[in-house]
């Protein structure tokens, strides 16, 4: 059980890291295409 939350920690840290770099470069690339 220790493992396993251990992983799903990691995981939503993982997830919410590249959410966060994701929409960054969607919100570049938004930006670009208005100018």
């Given at each position: 059980m220790f ?23 969607g ?9």
């Amino acid at each position: 059980m220790f493992y396993s939350t251990v992983y799903v920690k990691i995981m939503s840290r993982y997830f919410a890291k590249t959410a966060v770099i994701v929409s960054h470069i969607g919100l570049s690339e938004v930006i670009c295409s208005l100018h």
